[in-house]
Structures are given as C-alpha cells and as structure tokens.
C-alpha cells in the first residue's frame, strides 16, 4: 500500500511539475542611449546578407512580441528605428557531465573478464544535452543609423525547445527597456510548457 502510494504522489508531483513549467535564467546587459519611450516608438527589422533565411524571419517574429511588450510598434512604412536581431546556439558539455565516461571499465560478463574501453560494462549511456544561447538586439535612430539600444541576453540549460526558450530570451534581454539598470544583471522568467 505504501508502495503505491509514494508511487502516486511521485507521479502527481511530475505532473505538477511539468505543467508549470520552469524558471529560465538569463545575464542581461543593455546599453541605452534613450532617456525614455519616444512618442512614435515605431520600428522595422533590418537584416545582414548573411541574415536572408528562412530561420531569422522566425526569429523577427519570435523578437517582435518582446519588442511590442515594450512598447514598441512595427510600421515598415514609416518606422523610427531599424532593428537588428540575432541569435547564437550552440550545443556544449553539460556542468553535470561525467568525466569518466569513455575511459573505460572493468567487467565481468559470460566470456571471462577484462579491461574494456567505452560504454561500462557494454551498456550505453548518453549525456544530458546541454545548450549555450544568445540572443541580441541593436537598435539604430533613423534616418542617422545611430545607435540608441544595445542588450543581449545569455543562457546556458538543458532545455530543447528553441522554441519557448528564445522568446523569453528576447523578453529577457528588454527588461527595463528603454532606460534598463547598468551593468550585468540576472533575469529570471518563468516558461509555461
């Protein structure tokens, strides 16, 4: 009875757990040259040529709701700003990764016994992946390209789905916006699953 018991409150917990989500946390630093929102705080997105792909149109609509949640309202017609975006990905080495993976094992199996190297005792066993990301925004004054906002965000987890993740990021990195606190600074944001 206890057995299942604990069973059912370990998967309520689980159920819990992931429905609610997790919190991101993100290192922030902006660089701001506005003193406060402008009165036509309008934008367009301005693109690299190394930028003309179907990946970065997903992550101008990934930006643009942060960017609106700012205060700030896309008018390709008769913007204010231009807006440059970018993210960075990369897949790195988990802090939580076994440093003796891969250098072998002693076992003993049906054939006699030995030193092998790779998987322990021939069962596999796989990394946690583990994620490095960034996220940036420039933003220039037109007609004069000078620029009035710089901020990134950065993150490192476990979390897959780029998805969720980047659009909290850019949320993350226009925290304060326009006039943010100086310096690096933590920015936690809760992602609903």
Same mark, same amino acid.
Request: charged residues 15%; aromatic residues 12%.
């Given at each position: 009875?206890?057995?299942?018991?604990?069973?059912?409150?370990?998967?309520?917990?689980?159920?819990?757990?992931?429905?609610?989500?997790?919190?991101?946390?993100?290192?922030?630093?902006?660089?701001?040259?506005?003193?406060?929102?402008?009165?036509?705080?309008?934008?367009?997105?301005?693109?690299?040529?190394?930028?003309?792909?179907?990946?970065?149109?997903?992550?101008?609509?990934?930006?643009?709701?942060?960017?609106?949640?700012?205060?700030?309202?896309?008018? *390709?017609?008769?913007?204010?700003?231009? #807006?440059?975006?970018? $993210?960075? %990905? +990369?897949?790195?080495?988990? !802090?939580?990764?076994? &440093?003796?993976?891969?250098?072998?094992?002693?076992?003993?199996?049906?054939?006699?016994?030995?030193?092998?190297?790779?998987?322990?005792?021939?069962?596999?066993?796989?990394?946690?992946?583990?994620?490095?990301?960034?996220?940036?925004?420039?933003?220039?004054?037109?007609?004069?390209?000078?620029?009035?906002?710089?901020?990134?965000?950065?993150?490192?987890?476990?979390?897959? *789905?780029?998805?969720?993740?980047?659009? #909290?990021?850019?949320? $993350?990195? %226009? +925290?304060?916006?326009?006039? !943010?606190?100086?310096? &690096?600074?933590?920015?936690?944001?809760?992602?609903?699953?």
């Amino acid at each position: 009875m206890l057995r299942l018991l604990g069973g059912a409150v370990i998967a309520v917990w689980l159920l819990t757990s992931c429905a609610s989500g997790y919190v991101l946390d993100n290192t922030v630093q902006s660089f701001s040259q506005l003193p406060e929102l402008p009165a036509q705080p309008t934008y367009r997105f301005e693109r690299l040529p190394s930028q003309q792909d179907p990946w970065h149109a997903q992550l101008e609509a990934m930006a643009d709701e942060a960017l609106h949640h700012a205060g700030l309202r896309r008018d *390709d017609a008769n913007p204010r700003y231009s #807006v440059q975006i970018g $993210a960075q %990905l +990369q897949r790195v080495l988990s !802090p939580w990764a076994n &440093p003796w993976y891969g250098w072998g094992s002693f076992g003993v199996s049906h054939r006699g016994y030995g030193l092998g190297f790779g998987y322990p005792f021939g069962y596999g066993y796989a990394e946690p992946p583990w994620f490095q990301r960034e996220v940036s925004i420039i933003m220039r004054e037109l007609p004069s390209n000078r620029a009035v906002y710089e901020t990134r965000a950065f993150n490192t987890g476990p979390w897959t *789905d780029d998805g969720s993740v980047l659009p #909290v990021m850019f949320q $993350a990195a %226009l +925290q304060g916006f326009p006039t !943010p606190p100086p310096g &690096p600074r933590r920015v936690d944001i809760q992602v609903a699953r």
